[in-house]
């Protein structure tokens, strides 16, 4: 493996958003946005089976997520839109890069979510673009893919947007809502997007 803990913290600019580590101070305002966010979220929101939920305690999950970064096992960003109007941009969703295989594979897993006020204005087609080109450039992986569960018609069109492969049906593949559900996969190798992905995303929104 490599040395990964080079690669973190790492902290992605683009056009519009900026990924960057959870952080403990995030608490509160995390914690109030996955609170606004409960009935939106919860249809497509991880769970395991034994029946726990969202990790509870955030101190936690944020020190294991690091933990996990520097090992070279996750990439785990909030994604936060600067304003005018706040010197500190305010979170508006989350991203991880997660399940990173080193050796022959070089892969990882996308998985997100964002503020239901957000959606539909492009941040996480941007914030997908935007880990997929850290992965691939400065990370070192080959393959990303995303899993998404065939309900999901606004995840399904963000793949659509950025020209993931679609891979086939994962049956049962993940828990999620508190039972095991189907998922699709998407895909892309680094050789798919030698222009980048944030790239490709800019030349389709400037044509739709």
Same mark, same amino acid.
């Given at each position: 493996m490599p040395?990964?803990?080079?690669? =973190?913290? %790492? #902290? &992605?600019?683009?056009?519009?958003?900026?990924?960057?580590?959870?952080?403990?101070?995030?608490?509160?305002?995390?914690?109030?946005?996955?609170?606004?966010?409960?009935?939106?979220?919860?249809? =497509?929101? %991880? #769970? &395991?089976?034994?029946?726990?939920?969202?990790?509870?305690?955030?101190?936690a999950m944020v020190s294991s997520q690091n933990r996990a970064a520097r090992n070279g096992q996750c990439l785990p960003w909030a994604i936060t839109l600067p304003n005018d109007y706040s010197k500190r941009a305010p979170m508006v969703g989350q991203l991880t890069v997660s399940s990173i295989m080193w050796g022959a594979a070089r892969s990882g897993s996308i998985g997100y979510w964002v503020d239901a006020g957000h959606a539909g204005q492009g941040i996480v087609p941007e914030a997908v673009a935007m880990a997929t080109d850290h992965c691939f450039r400065v990370v070192g992986l080959h393959r990303i893919e995303i899993n998404i569960?065939?309900?999901?018609?606004?995840?399904?069109?963000?793949?659509?947007?950025?020209?993931?492969?679609?891979?086939?049906?994962?049956?049962?593949?993940?828990?999620?809502d508190g039972q095991w559900a189907d998922h699709r996969t998407f895909a892309l190798t680094s050789e798919e997007?030698?222009?980048?992905?944030?790239?490709?995303?800019?030349?389709?929104?400037t044509k739709h």
């Open positions: 040395e990964f803990d080079r690669h =973190w913290p %790492a #902290t &992605v600019e683009g056009p519009n958003i900026v990924l960057r580590p959870m952080r403990l101070r995030d608490k509160g305002e995390w914690s109030a946005l996955r609170r606004a966010n409960a009935s939106w979220l919860a249809p =497509w929101d %991880a #769970t &395991v089976p034994d029946g726990s939920g969202y990790p509870a305690n955030f101190a569960r065939p309900e999901n018609g606004p995840s399904l069109r963000v793949v659509e947007k950025l020209g993931f492969r679609d891979e086939g049906l994962r049956k049962n593949f993940l828990h999620i997007v030698p222009e980048g992905l944030l790239n490709r995303w800019a030349v389709h929104r």
